[in-house]
């Protein structure tokens, strides 16, 4: 299956501030999503990135605050903007093979917010 | 809507059999299953298609009552690996974008 590797794997960063996740597929992939999982809860859908069209947020995301970009078919960033403690959770990416039935994550983004 | 499971968690001795249940609001055209440890990301176990089809692991199974629109996990003769919390994720349309379950803790002991 395919095998992603998501950076950083933590980060504290400061209120107001923006950090960047990315993650790298090692085969191409249609589709990608991104996830936030708070410690102990589930996990909850953010986006879908198509690779050259605009991503598809879900309910109660939105661009401006979870900005993401997919540049070519392993690669795809979520940037989460001005930073807030709420903010703190675990953000995951997700893909699915061709021809594959089930989705692989990444290791996950521990992100702190002080 | 977020789909329920059952139970929230249970704990069970090495060799015990267990069943996971995963109920949705929302019609289904598939069901998948994902098992995450702790500090670990989910892996996929089995994915559920409308129609009937199953893929999975030996001694991992499941059943897809779409009528009722429910799955249902059977891990049989546990082992110590299987602990971990378990996530049922369920697509309605076959867009492939997941909402996923409330998750069931699963514990095995010696």
């Known amino acids: 299956s395919a095998v992603i590797s998501q950076k950083p794997s933590r980060d504290i960063c400061q209120r107001g501030t923006s950090l960047t996740i990315q993650c790298q597929v090692d085969s191409q992939v249609t589709m990608m999503f991104w996830y936030r999982q708070q410690p102990g809860q589930s996990l909850t859908l953010i986006a879908t990135a198509n690779q050259g069209s605009e991503a598809t947020y879900e309910s109660g995301f939105v661009i401006d605050k979870f900005p993401i970009s997919r540049p070519n078919l392993t690669f795809s960033t979520l940037t989460v903007s001005n930073l807030s403690p709420e903010d703190s959770s675990i953000y995951l990416c997700s893909a699915r093979d061709r021809g594959r039935v089930g989705y692989t994550f990444g290791s996950g983004t521990r992100l702190t917010v002080v | 809507q977020q789909p329920v499971q059952s139970p929230q968690a249970v704990i069970l001795r090495e060799g015990e059999d267990a069943v996971i249940n995963c109920s949705s609001s929302k019609a289904l055209y598939s069901v998948h299953w994902y098992r995450q440890k702790h500090g670990e990301a989910p892996v996929f176990l089995m994915i559920l298609l409308k129609g009937g089809e199953q893929k999975g692991h030996e001694k991992i199974s499941a059943s897809f009552n779409e009528k009722k629109q429910q799955s249902s996990l059977y891990l049989t003769a546990s082992q110590l690996s299987y602990s971990g919390t378990y996530f049922c994720?369920?697509?309605?349309?076959?867009?492939?974008?997941?909402?996923f379950g409330t998750g069931t803790r699963l514990t095995i002991i010696p």
């Open positions: 994720g369920t697509d309605p349309f076959g867009n492939e974008k997941l909402t």
